[in-house]
């Protein structure tokens, strides 16, 4: 059984964009970093608005800590 997509419309759009973006995101991790993941231990996150003459965006920062795969 996969899990739930979430119903909450704002949560639903960053799964959303995630689940497009995610392959487009872990390709420059990898050529930057290696194989490894972006732990969310020690983690810190920025959110602010970002004025826009379209209508204001919002701009999200994830900062974890890169863990190399240990093989």
């Given at each position: 059984?996969?899990?739930?997509?979430?119903?909450?419309?704002?949560?639903?759009?960053?799964?959303?964009?995630?689940?497009?973006?995610?392959?487009?995101?872990?390709?420059?991790?990898?050529?930057?970093?290696?194989?490894?993941i972006m732990?969310?231990?020690?983690?810190?996150?920025?959110?602010?608005?970002?004025?826009?003459?379209?209508?204001?965006?919002?701009?999200?920062?994830?900062?974890?800590?890169?863990?190399?795969?240990?093989?």
């Open positions: 059984m996969g899990a739930a997509v979430p119903t909450d419309p704002t949560i639903y759009r960053l799964y959303e964009a995630l689940q497009v973006y995610g392959p487009t995101l872990k390709e420059p991790i990898h050529e930057e970093f290696g194989d490894g732990s969310a231990i020690n983690f810190r996150m920025g959110i602010k608005r970002v004025p826009d003459p379209e209508g204001d965006r919002v701009e999200i920062a994830l900062n974890g800590t890169f863990l190399p795969y240990q093989w």
